[in-house]
């Protein structure tokens, strides 16, 4: 296999989050869905910006958040994503390249806004999403690079970008190339609504053996498969793909590949201010071990760690040295 220029290369939606705390009690107020994500439009993103208390601004997004956690750590990462051309695009534009992470896609002139993510907070550190996506979702596929696809070691992509018509064929495109070139393919489910809507086309991509590593929590593997009992789930899950992955939240995660099982604990927080991203940087430190050949047990340890640091604070990127953080922990 030809030497790569990326560890990783991600696709997925360019978002900056905008968040702040906020009681259960005017979540309830406002009839969002606690603990949850949901799409809204310019309008109703206006209007719930509105209601918000004071809020920050932080560049997101599920797969670029993971890329942040892998730059982090030391990997060479590449991100593929749409911004219109206006301040907040340019807001994530810097972010990500700051971060060192590759960025070439070409901001969009004209409406619709660059995407953002309206996130309140309860007192107990969960996030209710409201997402406006924008420009995110008018990803061309001639947007695809295939031979930086071609030249990374895995291709990561993003359930929530699935939804929309074309970033879902420039996401073909990049599994196409990714293969032809002997790449690996990782996809996150992103959530159950994702599922609702096109697990008859992740079921397919599975099937015809073009995802190599799932990331999925709890209730999306259930919403795969069909199965409310975790066991009966990954039972029907894991013979599909090489390598799967199933988040569970305080009860830690569970990866199977080739008939090996491992599994790890949370990371125990001191305080869970904030669970946005933990899902992502789960991901990043499961791709980094997976990325250097370390072992499933390790490579779900990184992944703890490096979600565990995630909840400590407002925000899904990381405040601390992870990369001293993981080499610590794991000694």
Not at 45 to 70: D, F, H, K, Q, V
Not at 160 to 187: C, N, S, T
Request: charged share 20%; glycine share 12%; net charge negative.
């Amino acid at each position: 296999m030809p030497d790569t220029q990326y560890d990783v290369i991600a696709i997925g939606n360019a978002i900056v989050d905008v968040m702040a705390p906020c009681s259960d009690a005017k979540i309830a107020e406002l009839g969002m869905n606690r603990g949850g994500m949901t799409l809204v439009d310019e309008a109703e993103a206006a209007a719930l910006y509105a209601a918000m208390g004071p809020a920050r601004e932080i560049s997101g997004g599920s797969a670029a958040n993971t890329l942040a956690g892998l730059a982090a750590l030391g990997d060479r990462c590449a991100f593929i994503g749409q911004v219109a051309d206006d301040q907040l695009g340019a807001v994530f534009a810097h972010d990500i390249r700051a971060g060192g992470i590759d960025f070439a896609v070409e901001a969009r002139a004209g409406e619709p806004s660059t995407a953002r993510c309206l996130i309140f907070v309860s007192p107990d550190g969960q996030r209710t999403m409201n997402t406006f996506l924008g420009a995110s979702q008018f990803l061309p596929a001639g947007s695809i690079d295939e031979g930086a696809i071609a030249a990374a070691k895995v291709l990561y992509l993003e359930g929530y970008l699935w939804d929309p018509a074309e970033p879902r064929a420039a996401m073909r495109r990049a599994i196409d190339a990714a293969k032809a070139a002997g790449r690996q393919v990782a996809f996150t489910l992103s959530d159950g609504f994702v599922i609702a809507r096109h697990g008859d086309d992740f079921r397919a991509l599975i099937a015809a053996g073009m995802i190599d590593i799932l990331f999925a929590n709890e209730a999306e593997l259930a919403a795969m498969t069909g199965e409310s009992d975790f066991e009966a789930g990954v039972s029907a899950l894991a013979p599909q793909v090489p390598v799967l992955v199933v988040t569970r939240g305080e009860h830690g995660a569970v990866a199977l590949a080739g008939g090996e099982r491992a599994q790890v604990a949370a990371e125990p927080v001191a305080k869970v201010v904030d669970t946005t991203g933990a899902g992502d940087l789960f991901a990043a430190g499961f791709l980094h071990g997976h990325v250097r050949g370390w072992g499933l047990a390790s490579a779900l340890r990184t992944g703890a760690i490096a979600a565990a640091e995630v909840i400590g604070h407002y925000g899904a990127r990381t405040e601390a040295d992870l990369k001293a953080l993981v080499a610590a922990k794991l000694g």
